[in-house]
């Protein structure tokens, strides 16, 4: 089974703010990052966090809280384009393998 | 920018068939990565490579080989495709040093038949 846990699906309005939330297990990882992908298109880079705390990026945000092996990404002042799904992903101690979520897609309603 | 691409976006095989998926970058990145992707399962690793000829399975391997003969080229075989090998499959890179982001290709869809 999955390592790494997160919603399926989430729906907000635009302008809105939703927020993502990972959870996995705390041994293993060295960090975690988040990928957006729209349909039928390859995840791109987010962020990655390594140590804890929020870092701050635009209109996204991301959280990493190593103790307690939970993530979120903050998306605010929604707007339609980032409807897409977004994957949490933890990489092992070597960096070699990305053990990924199932990933959550959030839908923009306007 | 980073560039990696796969030689198709859409595939149709028939079961049973030798299938060739190909997927080079352009950045001189060591390490390469075969994925799929499935509904409410994620990303799932198959193969990386982490140089030229060499190769470690992932985390489900069974039904795939890889081969990488040259540095910009990481292929996936299925050497007899069966309908459970419909997905989407997704390949990836990264330089041995460095940062662990992954770049990855635009996807093949591949479905069986």
């Known amino acids: 089974g999955q390592n790494i846990d997160q919603p399926t699906e989430m729906t907000a309005t635009e302008g809105a703010i939703v927020q993502i939330n990972c959870t996995y297990q705390t041994s293993g990882f060295n960090g975690l990052f988040w990928y957006q992908q729209h349909a039928g298109e390859a995840p791109t880079f987010l962020s990655y966090?390594?140590?804890?705390g929020l870092e701050e990026k635009g209109r996204f945000s991301s959280f990493l809280s190593r103790s307690k092996g939970y993530s979120y990404l903050l998306l605010k002042e929604l707007q339609m384009k980032d409807s897409a799904s977004y994957l949490c992903a933890g990489p092992k101690a070597a960096g070699n393998k990305l053990t990924f979520g199932g990933g959550t897609r959030v839908l923009v309603k306007p | 920018d980073v560039k990696v691409t796969q030689s198709s976006r859409y595939l149709v095989k028939r079961t049973g068939e030798k299938v060739f998926l190909e997927c080079v970058q352009d950045?001189?990145?060591?390490?390469m990565f075969w994925y799929r992707q499935d509904p409410g399962l994620g990303l799932r690793l198959i193969y990386f490579s982490y140089d030229v000829k060499m190769k470690e399975k992932g985390d489900i391997p069974e039904g795939y080989s890889v081969s990488r003969e040259k540095k910009e080229r990481f292929s996936l075989i299925l050497e007899s495709a069966s309908t459970n090998q419909t997905s989407m499959y997704l390949c990836a890179s990264r330089p041995r040093r460095g940062s662990y982001e992954q770049y990855f290709g635009p996807g093949t869809r591949l479905t069986v038949t």
């Open positions: 950045m001189d990145h060591e390490n």
């Open positions: 966090n390594v140590l804890d």
